[in-house]
């Protein structure tokens, strides 16, 4: 665990540079936080995700002056991925600049349920790309939460789908034996229910095995998997968890290639500590690896040209995390554009970007003259739907890098967008929620 150490490390140094090299808010500019975690046990996905996103905010203001010609600023604030941290990184960071916060960032589901009703009641959008509370992604009555591209519930649906591409067609599913290990934490056991009712459907037999946070240890676990002998194992991890569970898999004889990682368990970070072992290992991708994408080649032109990049190791730009952390600057821009063509070309406000990303429509065109074809999906989000995507794409680890194996793979929103408005509706009852009237809002 030495090289995932002198990540932590990196990460550290990385945010004392933070310090020196952000840009100085002023009037006539545009406030993003950036609730990081650069240190524990989760800080080598945090460092590569965050120097990705602050990069990408580098190169607007650098190469085109800003998101038309308001400069992009952001202050820096560490959670260790920790919900009482990130409340207080909120509370600290949601009045600053000259609007107050654009949107909120945790990459980290307990912290997005921490802040649920509080970005409501201060009219700041929560933006929790492929984490954080599914059905949030019913924006009738989640207004300022949207779990966009995809979330947990669509992503289950994709494994599914694809484990039963592999064994000939979803009607051989019928009477295999899958298992779901997952984080010991809300994120961990967001996909359940979702599982259990494919399991419904196709007729596999679904086993839930939960692995205590931080998720190092796991021989009982993977004994467990062993006498159960399922053909298929879905790994929903995090940080530690992930080579942790490479590790035992290769201990009891689990075939790399029929385990299946979501998309916060396929990074380099993950699969790099197991050595060769963890070749033939596949996971979801919310993004490709790599530096071929335009946006990226740009970043290492414009930013680290400069000598201006945030990242220490220079070796992770193009990495999975550091890929994610450029998409997710990528759609906070373009919420920010498409919010200034309705209220101008200045300084916007929390409830003003809402709207911008509740009209985000990234199609093949707009994602090209971004640089980014092939990065991103098509996302077009709508005031009933915060989701806007719902496809990933698959990768296997071939020993030295992650190769894409599958085009994008669509969620099954047939089965996912009842149970979505079902628990929405839900949620809303219990805490005295009215749903909002999208057709009126839309006019």
Known sequence: M???????WSGAVSALVLVWAAP?????????????????????????????????MNLINMRDGGINGVKLTWEECETEYKPDRGVECYERLKAKGPTGASMFHPYSTGISY?????VGHDKIPLVTIAHGRTDAADGRYFPYVFPLITHYWSLNTDIIRY??????????????????????????????????????????????IEVPAPGSEQQAQWLEIRQFKPDWVI??????????ALKNAVRVGFPMDHIVGNFWTGSEEDVEPVGTAAKGYISAALNPPGKESKVIQEIERVVYGAGKGNMVDKKRVGSIYYNRGVLTGIVSVEAIRVA?????????????IRWGLENLNLDPARIAA????????????????????????????????????????????????????????????????????????ST
């Open 235 to 244: 790994v929903t991890g995090w940080g530690v968890m992930n080579p942790a």
């Open 24 to 56: 100085a808010r002023a009037e006539g500019e545009q406030f993003m936080p950036v609730p990081s975690y650069r240190v524990g046990p989760y800080a080598a996905g945090g460092t590569s995700l965050y120097g990705g996103f602050i990069d990408y």
């Open 370 to 441: 971004i640089g980014a074809t092939g990065f991103i999906q098509p996302l077009k989000v709508t005031c009933a739907d915060h989701e806007g995507g719902g496809a990933v794409k698959f990768q296997q680890w071939d020993g030295t890098k992650w190769k894409i194996i599958s085009d994008w793979v669509q969620a099954d929103k047939e089965l996912v967008r009842p149970l979505i408005e079902e628990s929405a509706a839900k949620y809303a009852k219990e805490n005295n929620i009215t749903q909002r009237d999208c057709a009126k809002e």
């Open 114 to 118: 921490a802040l649920i009703s509080k």
């Open 163 to 208: 484990i039963g591409e592999r064994e000939g067609g979803m009607a051989k599913l019928k009477g295999k034996k899958i298992v779901h290990l997952h984080h010991g934490s809300a994120y961990g056991k967001e996909p359940n229910v979702v599982f259990q009712k494919q399991a419904e459907k196709y007729g596999y037999e679904a086993k839930i």
């Open 340 to 352: 200034q063509g309705k209220f101008g070309k200045k300084p916007l406000t929390g409830e003003q």
């Open 2 to 8: 030495r090289t995932t150490k002198r990540w932590w």
